[in-house]
């Protein structure tokens, strides 16, 4: 079982940065391949970023691809999503996501992820 809380979310202006944290307890960190995710009102989750369990890969849907980063510190048992160059659409509540994974890959479905934080707003105005 893991355990995942986020924190870092808020109110920025187009244009501004945030940096999500998502914090796991539980069992081993370091074997999870992490995701995010957004849910805007009246839309379903989408993907976002993933990476691998050690950070060499990481993957991003095309509508943050060079302005989100996504990384991790397994020391830390944490996850973070570096949000640069923020737009109004990207106005959402932000989940993380984890899933055992014993080899390199990264995962962008959400269905394949058995546990999830429960969220934090990015509210980003124009």
């Known amino acids: 079982q893991v355990q995942l809380v986020e924190s870092g979310g808020g109110l920025v202006q187009a244009g501004g940065s945030l940096r999500l944290s998502c914090a796991a307890s539980?069992?081993?960190?370091?074997?999870?391949?992490m995701g995010w995710f957004r849910q805007a009102p009246g839309k379903e989750r989408e993907f976002v970023a993933a990476i691998s369990w050690s950070g060499g890969s990481t993957y991003y849907a095309d509508s943050v691809k060079g302005r989100f980063t996504i990384s991790r510190d397994n020391a830390k048992n944490t996850v973070y999503l570096q949000m640069n160059s923020l737009k109004p659409e990207d106005t959402a509540v932000y989940y993380c996501?984890?899933?055992?994974?014993?080899?390199?890959?990264?995962?962008?479905?959400?269905?394949?992820?058995?546990?999830w934080g429960q969220g934090t707003q990015v509210t980003v105005s124009s």
């Open positions: 539980g069992r081993t960190f370091s074997s999870y391949a």
């Open positions: 996501a984890a899933v055992q994974a014993y080899s390199g890959s990264y995962y962008s479905l959400s269905y394949e992820y058995d546990y």
